[in-house]
């Protein structure tokens, strides 16, 4: 759980002591549906993209005592070590997976120096609007004069879903006449919080993948995948690198001691730099906003077959050609009843196969409808996409944050047996492959004011606030709906009896909020 403390200082007419009221929210890292803060531990911080540096408690603190950086954008944040630059999926605590770069040469056989013992030096920069860039990078020395350097750079713009890795290598000093490369090691699985059933899914061609369950006896080489693609699945959840494959490049699966689940790595050999070489790989971690349908049904015209298979990103794929639909729902989501609407996303992730034509060759458009009376309304104005045109997975967002869809929801549109969605996945000369269909609503959630009012001799507390004893020297007793009596009693202060009037019920409240006395 995240615990973020909005300090708020308020002042006793009658002492003219100061109160410090201190409002705790309480965030779950594990929520999927997105709350509209910012992604700053610092709740006063309102960038949408951005860096800061945090202590092992995830708390905010200076580079100098930082244990980890922490940069996001308006999509999603990443936590790296500050001195080796291992990056961890999901959340700094509670990883998927923790990520480890390497940079090798080959005077015989390869030789490779990874990040967590490597010295490289690492520098965040930001414009605060457009990208962050943390970049770090080390010189390798050989003999006679030969040098290389290496740096490595994790680009975030506004906006993006994934995270870019670029290594840029450059002959600095005498040329090395050996080749050098750059791998990308996953350590530490355990997709979805669990290190049970983590697989590997590995695209062989477009039409067939390779899935390898890694808790088993692992040792497996692809060698320049021409799909350039993996992912690792597990728990309802999954992570992806995609990579230019324009480079010679092996993808190794191989069990190690200590490793619960075998780790995976993506070896790039650049050969010999005679002058610069670089290339990017695409890093995916978790959607923390995507909650997937557990149930279908039928709608009018052509179905999509195999309709349970959109259910997760696993690999497995509904299947359809010219304007197949299906309808889905029971989400699973839980949405506060004094929540307000932002927007709805969908994402529906796929691809084609153009090996398997349809009867039909005109491409027309693709299309998603939500229902908030489990099928028997629909939005107004259906959204519309381009279907699916490579034969590798790709993702298209429907909606945002902000779209509401034409009409204003309630929280309780989305409990399960009200919310659905339909799909139609239009037309084209091939057969359209679904992954999997996810959906995100983006709420405020309205926080009751518990700020006491005065008037005179009184004071006013909204209703179900909750007072409660934070000071060795000062008592508090509960206040609730019904009214009571506030006590202060303490050696420096004289004892009075305020009455308390809840006359502010139309304030909503989440959680329970207490008063702190600041004061000598």
């Given amino acids: 759980m995240r615990t973020r403390a909005i300090p708020l200082i308020i002042k006793d007419v009658l002492t003219d002591k100061k109160i410090l009221l201190s409002i705790v929210l309480l965030v779950s890292a594990l929520m999927i549906i997105k709350i509209a803060i910012s992604f700053s531990m610092n709740p006063s911080d309102d960038r949408t993209i951005g860096y800061e540096f945090l202590n092992a408690k995830g708390e905010i603190t200076?580079?100098?005592s930082a244990t980890f950086i922490h940069i996001w954008n308006n999509q999603h944040d990443y936590y790296f070590n500050k001195s080796s630059g291992i990056q961890?999926?999901?959340?700094?605590?509670?990883s998927y997976t923790k990520n480890v770069l390497c940079v090798g040469y080959k005077p015989n056989i390869w030789q490779w120096i990874c990040a967590d013992v490597l010295p490289f030096k690492w520098k965040v920069m930001s414009d605060n609007s457009t990208y962050v860039n943390i970049t770090g990078g080390i010189t390798l020395s050989f003999s006679g004069g030969k040098q290389v350097t290496a740096n490595m750079t994790y680009n975030l713009n506004q906006g993006d879903k994934e995270i870019k890795i670029i290594p840029y290598f450059k002959k600095t000093g005498n040329q090395y006449d050996k080749p050098v490369g750059f791998a990308w090691k996953s350590t530490d699985i355990r997709i979805g919080n669990t290190t049970e059933l983590n697989n590997a899914e590995i695209p062989l061609t477009n039409t067939t993948s390779r899935i390898i369950l890694l808790n088993n006896t692992v040792d497996q080489s692809f060698a320049n995948l021409s799909m350039a693609t993996y992912k690792l699945i597990g728990g309802g959840k999954f992570v992806r690198l995609r990579w230019d494959n324009s480079t010679d490049n092996n993808l190794t699966i191989k069990s190690e001691s200590g490793q619960y689940n075998a780790p995976v790595t993506l070896f790039i050999n650049f050969g010999i730099v005679t002058g610069e070489a670089t290339t990017t790989f695409y890093w995916q971690d978790p959607s923390q906003g995507n909650y997937f349908p557990t149930s279908n049904y039928a709608t009018s015209?052509?179905?999509?077959?195999?309709?349970?298979?959109?259910?997760?990103?696993?690999?497995l794929y509904a299947i359809g050609c010219f304007h197949a639909s299906r309808g889905y729902g029971t989400?699973?989501?839980?949405?506060?009843?004094?929540a307000i609407i932002n927007g709805i996303e969908i994402n529906v992730e796929g691809k084609t196969n153009t090996e398997q034509f349809c009867e039909f060759n005109d491409l027309t458009d693709a299309f998603v409808n939500l229902s908030w009376d489990n099928g028997v309304t629909y939005t107004t104005s259906p959204h519309t996409y381009t279907p699916f045109t490579t034969d590798f997975d790709g993702t298209v967002t429907i909606g945002s944050s902000t779209d509401t869809?034409?009409?204003t929801w309630s929280p309780s549109d989305f409990n399960d047996g009200s919310f659905t969605l339909t799909i139609d996945i239009?037309?084209?000369?091939?057969?359209?492959?679904?992954n999997s269909i996810s959906a995100?609503?983006?709420?405020?959630?309205?926080v009751k004011d518990c700020t006491p009012v005065t008037n005179g001799g009184n004071w006013s507390i909204p209703c179900n606030c909750t007072v409660t004893r934070k000071s060795a020297t000062v008592d508090f007793l509960s206040v609730n709906e019904t009214g009571g009596t506030l006590y202060i009693d303490s050696s420096n202060i004289s004892y009075r009896n305020l009455n308390i009037t809840p006359t502010q019920c139309s304030i909503y409240m989440n959680g329970t909020f207490q008063f702190f006395w600041k004061g000598s």
């Fill in 62 to 64: 200076t580079e100098l």
């Fill in 88 to 94: 961890f999926s999901n959340y700094f605590n509670e």
């Fill in 301 to 315: 015209g052509d179905q999509l077959n195999l309709p349970t298979r959109a259910y997760l990103s696993d690999g």
């Fill in 331 to 338: 989400f699973g989501f839980t949405i506060p009843s004094n």
């Fill in 405 to 407: 869809w034409g009409r």
């Fill in 426 to 434: 239009g037309g084209g000369t091939t057969q359209q492959y679904i």
């Fill in 440 to 446: 995100t609503v983006y709420y405020t959630q309205i």
